[in-house]
């Protein structure tokens, strides 16, 4: 049965329209009533929700709607600003936070949320669990031990300088758990009835892969404390579909079926708009939607080739080509609305002519089939698609089609590959990979680069055993933009890390990615953090 056929009988089963008709709504849009059921389609499964796993996007949709933070990155202003924790101090070497926690917080099983679980939850984020297969976080650095003071009092303390972690304790993965929770083993946790957060809405049920229900929290009364809303959320519930393919996510949307829905893609967003549907084009402020090379790789250890494919990048064609407005052009390694972002477009220009002439001096000639050749190899690469980027296939089809102007052949495997794990960690296999990672905080730069973090370029150290390239100014860099205190300092050392990337065309980045939703006209009050992940504590449901 086809994914199409399998959502018309889910609404022919679980009753949907029924459902919707039923619920209770506000005869005035412009007062939120309680009650009703969300209708949300999902393009993707959610696949761990261990909360430093939340980067992944259907992982980071459902740990928003249950867990709670320590802080709240205002998604407006970024500030960070209190939610579990009512204050905090830092020392001025930024390796000593102390929070002071709201009273009376609860799991849902009723355990307290209280300065131990907060601990225990920031030793396990910090130093990670072997036993268990619990990794570290990558927005924490340099963790060392908690320290509870009393009951309503934790602190923390680091080895070195850790100056983006307040902001760290707010994002999605640093949602706070239950012990119990965190005394599963990592790969239990996939199962959403087994995540115990204090958030406004708890899992009901789950048909792993298909759907997911989570209900609302009666007593839930600890939202962040600067917003309008506070109390138990609107809703009564949320229903996740698990709906993969994008004409029937859009259609059910259209035809009243659903009434919210992720990744839309661009080429749907005018028929959306022109039925008065809603489109939200949240940024993620993070690295920009890239491809990012491995230099262990002897096809692209030679920084001229790397430096010849970025100017056969045009990334304006691409944007042009395949998006909307709701995707600008990337000037940088980040997003222009991410903390240290520098414009770095004169960098980033295409030139066809000047990536010829670098791949002349590389030694690189043009065969009879049009590919370059050098001692007998051709200059021929492979890259799986991302599937949780926008239309990423069709965009390395594009950029496929650029490079093969100056003859380099680009192959585009499928993101669905059953090799692509293993595959994506063997620089001789997949000599560039796919980069993309939303934070809102300088940070993000080591968590994508960084051979303890994501480990994009893959250096020794990091996700290659096997590695052998290193790059020690690039990696003092990021060092410095995770442990330098002086605002205007880190944020000089953010630009040089861009900087950096470009010059030794490491990276080329196509553009700034949104997280880009469509909604019904009467679904209101939807936010997102600050990186693009919906929050439905808020919404309501209209009369329609």
Do not use: C
């Not at 131990?116 to 031990?145: C, R, W």
């Not at 996939?190 to 759907?211: C, M, R, Y």
């Not at 920009?288 to 100017?311: E, G, M």
């Not at 997280?515 to 919906?534: L, M, T």
């Amino acid at each position: 049965m086809t994914i199409a056929a399998n959502f018309k009988a889910f609404i022919l089963t679980a009753g949907l329209v029924s459902l919707l008709s039923s619920a209770a709504f506000s005869a005035d849009d412009s007062k939120p009533v309680q009650g009703g059921t969300l209708i949300y389609l999902e393009q993707q499964s959610h696949t761990n929700l261990y909360p430093p796993a939340g980067g992944f996007y259907p992982n980071g949709g459902v740990l928003n709607q249950i867990t709670d933070k320590l802080t709240y990155q205002n998604p407006q202003t970024l500030q960070i600003e209190p939610w579990i924790a009512e204050s905090w101090t830092v020392n001025d070497t930024a390796t000593e936070y102390t929070f002071k926690l709201r009273k009376g917080v609860t799991f849902s099983d009723g355990s307290p949320l209280d300065a131990n679980a907060v601990a225990k939850n920031y030793d396990t984020f910090g130093l990670g669990n072997k036993e268990l297969k619990q990794p570290v976080s990558e927005v924490i650095n340099n963790y060392d031990h908690s320290e509870v003071v009393d009951p309503d009092t934790v602190k923390f303390y680091f080895k070195k300088p850790s100056p983006g972690f307040l902001q760290g304790t707010s994002v999605i993965g640093s949602g706070l758990v239950s012990l119990k929770t965190l005394a599963l083993p990592f790969d239990q946790l996939g199962d959403a009835t087994k995540i115990i957060g204090s958030g406004p809405f708890v899992v009901a049920s789950e048909t792993l892969g298909k759907q997911l229900e989570l209900k609302a929290r009666p007593d839930y009364n600890w939202g962040p404390a600067k917003l309008e809303h506070q109390g138990r959320p609107y809703l009564d519930g949320i229903k996740y579909i698990i709906t993969g393919e994008d004409s029937v996510r859009i259609g059910a949307l259209l035809s009243g079926q659903a009434d919210f829905i992720r990744q839309l893609q661009a080429y749907d967003e005018k028929q959306v708009v022109d039925q008065s549907f809603a489109i939200y084009a949240a940024p993620t402020r993070g690295v920009n939607d890239s491809v990012a090379f491995r230099p262990d790789n002897p096809l692209v250890a030679d920084i001229k080739v790397r430096q010849a494919l970025l100017h056969a990048t045009n990334n304006k064609e691409i944007v042009d080509t395949l998006f909307s407005t709701n995707y600008p052009q990337a000037k940088s390694i980040i997003s222009s609305a991410a903390a240290g972002y520098a414009d770095l477009s004169s960098k980033l220009t295409y030139d066809p002519a000047a990536a010829e002439k670098l791949l002349d001096e590389a030694g690189w000639t043009k065969g009879a089939d049009g590919v370059r050749q050098k001692d007998g190899k051709p200059l021929s690469l492979a890259v799986y698609e991302s599937i949780p980027q926008p239309q990423n296939k069709a965009v390395l089809q594009l950029v496929a089609q650029q490079w093969a102007k100056i003859g380099v052949k680009l192959q585009v495997l499928a993101g669905t590959s059953g090799n692509l794990v293993t595959d994506n960690v063997d620089p001789a296999k997949t000599p560039l990979v796919v980069a993309e990672v939303g934070r809102a905080d300088p940070d993000v730069i080591k968590s994508q680069f960084y051979a303890k973090n994501r480990d994009a370029l893959l250096q020794k150290g990091g996700l290659n055993p096997k590695a052998t390239f290193s790059d020690d100014k690039l990696n003092g860099i990021l060092e410095t933009v995770a442990s330098e205190t002086d605002s205007g300092k880190r944020l000089a050392a953010a630009k040089a890390a861009q900087e950096y990337l470009l010059d030794q065309a490491y990276v080329i980045p196509f553009f700034e990615e949104p997280q880009v939703f469509a909604g019904a006209p009467y679904v209101k009050g939807i936010a997102f953090e600050a990186v693009g992940r919906p929050s439905f504590y808020g919404t309501w449901l209209a009369a329609h």
